[in-house]
């Protein structure tokens, strides 16, 4: 989620000096402590909006700089950077989830593309859920954004055809982490290696066919 200006609707009362990149003052120390580890995970971004309509951004990791090329104050500063830095064909999508987020309460999940500002198409994973206080009064929303270009990489040139992990390790040296989380959302599927009668291996050969009605063809040799 992000801030995002000019939708209708009253608004909370929030500080109006945003540029800081301190997380609110009203933040627990369970927060904090998440804070603090999130901030050191690679490929991940930590941020907390309030409950407004316009998800007011209140605070960002430094990770975004890293990830999206955008420092943390002016990812902060900016009520309309978020939604212009996403790719058109995204767009819509993202902002009607996030509006039914915002109206219901119930977390928000997306995955969406954003155009970061040195041209660099980058893959997000967010997910932010509402916290609320001891009497169930909503209080802010806390959410992660992970970077997950390479596994949509994977996952794009992979989907539909058989291949061996061997191949991914050309797209990123630690394409076993990224092949872990396509197997956990199931959009990968693994097979058993074969075995003779006494348990040796047995060698393998893939190929990929094209079934028509005029029969098979090998496309690979």
Known sequence: MGSVAGREGPAQSVSSDRASAEPPRSLGEPELTYRTLVEGVPSTILYIDATDDASTNLYTSPQVEEILGVPAHEWMADPTLWA???HPDDLDRV???NRESNVTGRPFVAQYRIRAPDGREVWIH???VLVRDDKGRP???LGVMLEITQQKRIEESFHTLPFAERWCYAFDPKASVH???LLRAGLVMTYEALLDVGGGMVSQTEHTMIVDD???EVTTR
């Open 95 to 97: 902002m009607a989830e």
């Open 179 to 181: 092949l872990s989380r």
């Open 139 to 141: 209080q802010f929303w």
């Open 84 to 86: 212009r830095l996403i």
């Open 126 to 128: 967010d997910e932010a």
């Open 214 to 216: 005029d029969g098979v």
